[in-house]
């Protein structure tokens, strides 16, 4: 009877409590070890996205500042403007330049929108993110509002410079006349300073003064 007693024992309460601290520890490792996955995780996801809206806006900036037209146009139904390039300071409401310009290329297949495939874009600053603005027509009216598109966030600033005929100018004011390139510098939070060289038409229209700055 003493030796079936014996062998009926249970653990003792510092076997338990051994057991229970244990069991603690493992269960904290492994739940530091699978918050340290899902934030590395989260963070791979975020980094993901934001290089995708990067490479998004990048396209869509290419697409317009590579088909910039010589081309006058209207805003808000004011007479055409002799300047075929805008920006600058608060153009557009921009809390840093803004810009804006005619470019060619919008696709319409067959003509089936009631427009064409000439159109007004620009780009401004916004609440620190980068908005892109396009008219449905060159010659605008006051009466219709521009389609707002939001970019990037995280743009601190947007600035540009054209190319005259020996140096970079961070003006255009000449009537007629395209500049032959331009360049577009982004200020970014997470990306710091990008850079962008777009060639452009290099066009002087008729009844221009003659050359470039």
Not at 33 to 56: M, P, W, Y
Request: charged fraction near 25%; include cysteine.
């Amino acid at each position: 009877m003493c030796r079936q007693s014996k062998k009926s024992q249970g653990f003792t309460l510092i076997e338990v409590l051994l057991a229970l601290m244990i069991f603690a520890t493992l269960s904290v490792a492994a739940n530091q070890i699978f918050r340290n996955v899902i934030a590395s995780d989260q963070q791979t996801e975020e980094v993901g996205n934001a290089l995708k809206n990067l490479q998004r806006t990048l396209i869509i900036m290419d697409s317009d500042f590579r088909q910039m037209l010589a081309r006058q146009y209207r805003n808000g139904g004011d007479e055409s403007e002799q300047t075929l390039l805008e920006f600058g300071d608060d153009l557009l409401d921009s809390e840093s330049q803004g810009i804006r310009f005619v470019r060619g290329g919008w696709i319409n297949p067959q003509q089936l929108f009631p427009r064409g495939e000439i159109v007004k874009v620009g780009y401004r600053i916004q609440d620190e993110k980068l908005e892109r603005i396009r008219w449905m027509y060159p010659d605008d009216s006051s009466a219709v509002e521009p389609a707002v598109m939001p970019l990037m966030e995280g743009v601190k600033s947007i600035s540009f410079e054209v190319k005259g005929d020996d140096s970079w100018l961070k003006s255009w004011d000449t009537p007629l006349v395209m500049p032959s390139a331009i360049r577009v510098v982004l200020e970014t939070e997470r990306y710091g300073e990008l850079s962008r060289v777009y060639l452009l038409p290099g066009q002087t229209l008729p009844g221009a003064a003659g050359g470039t700055q």
